[in-house]
Nanobody, 125 residues
Framework: QVQLAESGGGLVQAGGSLRLSCAAS????????MGWFRQFPGKEREFLAT????????HYADSVKGRFTISRDNAKNTLYLQMNSLKPEDTAVYYC??????????????????WGQGTQVTVSS
């Protein structure tokens, strides 16, 4: 059973930056493709970025491309999301997720097997 725990959310002014972390335990982190999603109130989870198990391949949603960067440190069992040039419309709960071992990354939330509890990001104007 994989457990994921996000951290790093908070309140930031528009134009600012935050770095989210996702600590993984209970499995072999280096075998999991990982993803970041966010959820607005009353909406479905929205794909943001995914990274392969090796870190060699990444893919982003158009809405965050050029502003957000996904990365991972397999030695630390940790996934990151660097968020720059934040906008008020980025305000949401942010989640990390992982797929089963050796599967490639995906933009579809239904293809992820484990999820963190989420961390709130609030961007003030």
């Amino acid at each position: 059973q994989v457990q994921l725990a996000e951290s790093g959310g908070g309140l930031v002014q528009a134009g600012g930056s935050l770095r989210l972390s996702c600590a993984a335990s209970g499995g072999t982190f280096s075998s999991y493709a990982m993803g970041w999603f966010r959820q607005f109130p009353g909406k479905e989870r929205e794909f943001l970025a995914t990274i392969s198990w090796s870190g060699g391949s990444t893919h982003y949603a158009d809405s965050v491309k050029g502003r957000f960067t996904i990365s991972r440190d397999n030695a630390k069992n940790t996934l990151y999301l660097q968020m720059n040039s934040l906008k008020p419309e980025d305000t949401a709960v942010y989640y990390c997720a992982c797929r089963r071992p050796w599967y490639s990354g995906s933009a579809y939330s239904g293809e992820y097997d484990y999820w963190g509890q989420g961390t709130q990001v609030t961007v003030s104007s």
